[in-house]
């Protein structure tokens, strides 16, 4: 069983920087497609950012060139950097793992991951 703990939420301006963490344990995300994903009250869960095993990551177009997501091996642990936020970036971010091997793919719905962490909260003043 795959355990997520996110840890790196705050407050910050807009144009600030914030950097997400995710530990995992009992799985290595070596073999493991992980995602980003960010919600707000009243909005459905959205895909931010994704890597698959390869590395090769995936972002939605309102993060790229801002947004960089990365994993640790060693520390087994996935980043996402985040910089320039902007107000419109304010959300409780989930962390997410997922059980089955997609390859070359990186997915980026979240039907495609089945292990979530309890989220973090980004706040973006303006």
């Known amino acids: 069983q795959v355990q997520l703990v996110e840890s790196g939420g705050g407050s910050v301006q807009a144009g600030g920087s914030l950097r997400l963490s995710c530990a995992a344990s009992g799985g290595t995300i070596a073999t493991t497609a992980m995602g980003w994903f960010r919600q707000t009250p009243g909005k459905e869960r959205e895909g931010v950012a994704a890597?698959?095993?390869?590395?090769?990551?995936r972002y939605i177009d309102s993060v790229k060139g801002r947004f960089t997501i990365s994993k640790d091996y060693a520390k087994n642990t996935l980043y996402l950097q985040m910089n320039s936020l902007s107000p419109e970036d304010a959300a409780i971010y989930y962390c997410a793992a997922s059980s089955i091997y997609y390859g070359s793919i990186t997915p980026m719905t979240k039907n495609a991951y089945n292990y979530w962490g309890q989220g973090t909260q980004v706040t973006v003043s303006s």
């Open positions: 890597i698959n095993t390869d590395g090769l990551p």
